[in-house]
């Protein structure tokens, strides 16, 4: 603890963001950088706690309280604060693979079990650990580290996003041949095409580290969808072991009057559609355009406010999100205490851009659609939203009831349905007939990965269901470990 009176001495600070208004100009990252001097300031705040959570990944109320992956928090902020940068840089990489994703997209449970955060802001985790993480891409410490030697087996990965680059870094360190299958035309998974260009820089750092991995003896092979383009029962003849992280993405739907009007899609068709064409030919063609448009999003979490920023950036006319959850408080709730995490009121990127456009959070809470109104030509034209009450039913279970006398008329001519993700897409899982669980994930034990059949593991979304980010990087090395030992007995992978 290099400043024992550090949390006492300074307060919180962040780099500031780029204005919200100069920001919606561009698909440029949206945070800029703090200095040195002020990173070890930042540092100097961490307590160095006799009883530390920030680094626990306790699951309470159902909710990650402290790192999922286990990150060395107080070695690296006192380093930082010491000015040892690289060996800062060690220490985050024990743990952590790819430091430079969480640093961006992790909403940092970290931070809301800071010891500091029990009566004071925490500490900047989150920024501190990006910050390290770009000084060593910056300094060049960075480079390709291949494996000491080969053991000959071969593995391979389904799925190239958190859970899968995760579990391929690993194995491939541990000496094994790796090839990841990706369907989609570029590796990368949700952090490729899931999370918008202004919130995880593609080319500048999703690309930056995947070829990293290339160069250290990873193999990618996009376009091809197991099951479709190659059989399952060639993936099981060909490798020693297959490692299933397809992640979970089965889009929730919104049955309703008028749902097959043209002019409502998925949140993550839209954006899927957007960072593509932008990496393809920079927003000419092949996208969901919002410009000139009346947006509804429904829903919130992550993606919705994905689609918030995403529509601003195209010139849309409004947008509205529609949130069925009542508003979060401004403080903790009696309920949900420290070292839990904090279901409290904030402006995300998006709403704080919708806000310095168009006057006001674009959010209404307890809120639900009812009816998507047609244009008479088969074009969508509004949203029929009421208000709802949040009470229990005769089972016991919390259930939304509409108030009748609140109804109200949206103008939309784009809607986005951004409600979450069901599990896994189904006709992979049917292919190679691995037995699922009750939600239709892929039942695998936590810690064990192993499913159903000899030599095929699961981890991430496809098999704990919709999860941030980080928890797919714990099941991603957690899965490597298991298929090591599986394929030599052992494992020494941490």
């Known amino acids: 603890m290099g400043k024992p009176t550090g949390f006492i001495e300074y307060v919180r600070e962040l780099p500031a963001d780029r204005l919200p208004l100069d920001r919606i100009q561009d698909w440029d990252e949206i945070h ?3 200095p040195d001097e002020k990173l070890r300031t930042q540092g100097a705040r961490c307590m160095d706690c006799g009883t530390p959570f920030c680094h626990t990944g306790t699951i309470i109320s159902g909710m990650a309280s402290g790192c999922p992956i286990n990150n060395l928090i107080p070695e690296w902020n006192d380093l930082v604060y010491r000015g040892l940068w690289q060996e800062a840089l060690d220490r985050l990489h024990k743990t952590n693979n ?3 994703f969480t640093g961006r997209v992790c909403p940092a449970p970290c931070e809301g079990s800071c010891v500091l955060g029990i009566n004071n802001p925490p500490v900047t985790i989150k ?3 990006v910050s390290i993480i770009d000084k060593g891409w910056e300094e060049g410490w960075i480079t390709p580290e291949l494996p000491a030697k080969r053991t000959g087996k071969k593995i391979a990965i389904v799925g190239s996003g958190p859970a899968g680059l995760t579990a391929a870094a690993q194995l491939n360190k541990a000496g094994h041949w790796v090839t990841v299958y990706e369907r989609s035309d570029r590796p990368g998974g949700l952090l490729m095409y899931g999370i918008p260009n202004m919130k ?8 930056r580290r995947l070829n990293v991995l290339e160069a250290e003896g990873v ?4 376009n091809v969808e197991i099951g479709k383009d190659l059989p399952v029962e060639t993936l099981l003849k060909e490798f020693d072991s297959v490692v299933l992280c397809t992640g979970a993405t089965k889009p ?3 049955p309703i009057e008028g749902r097959n009007l043209k002019g409502i899609h998925f949140a993550m068709d839209f954006l899927t559609a957007n960072t593509k ?3 393809d ?3 000419g063609e092949d996208f969901i355009s919002a410009e000139g448009k009346d947006v509804v999003i429904i829903g919130g979490g992550d993606t919705g406010t994905d689609c918030v920023g995403t529509s601003l950036r195209h010139g849309c006319k409004s947008v509205v999100q529609v949130e069925i959850m009542p508003m979060p408080p401004t403080k903790r709730a009696a309920d949900n205490p420290w070292p839990e995490w904090p279901k409290v009121y904030k402006m995300d990127y998006g709403q704080e851009e919708a806000a310095a456009k168009f006057g006001e959070d674009p959010r209404t809470y307890l809120t639900t659609a009812v009816k998507f109104e047609d244009d008479e030509n088969g074009h969508v034209k509004a949203v029929h939203t009421v208000q709802v009450k949040w009470g229990k039913n005769d089972k016991g279970q919390f259930v939304p009831d509409r108030i009748p006398g609140t109804e109200k008329v949206l103008p939309a001519q784009l809607v986005l349905l951004a409600m979450g993700f069901l599990g896994p897409e189904q006709p992979l899982l049917d292919a190679l007939g691995v037995e699922r669980d009750a939600r239709s994930n892929v039942k695998a034990d936590y810690g064990s990965y192993t499913t159903s059949i000899s030599g095929v593991f699961a981890a991430g979304d496809c098999r704990r269901g919709q999860s941030l980010v980080v928890w797919a990087f714990n099941e991603g090395r957690g899965v490597a470990q298991a298929c090591d030992r599986y394929l030599m007995g052992s494992t020494d992978l941490p």
């Open 277 to 279: 064409s932008l990496l």
């Open 219 to 222: 193999t990618f092979v996009c």
């Open 32 to 34: 800029q950088h703090m």
């Open 281 to 283: 030919n920079h927003c």
């Open 252 to 254: 929730r739907d919104l």
């Open 200 to 207: 995880l820089e593609k080319e500048s750092v999703v690309m």
């Open 98 to 100: 790819f430091p430079e």
């Open 127 to 129: 920024n501190i650990e």
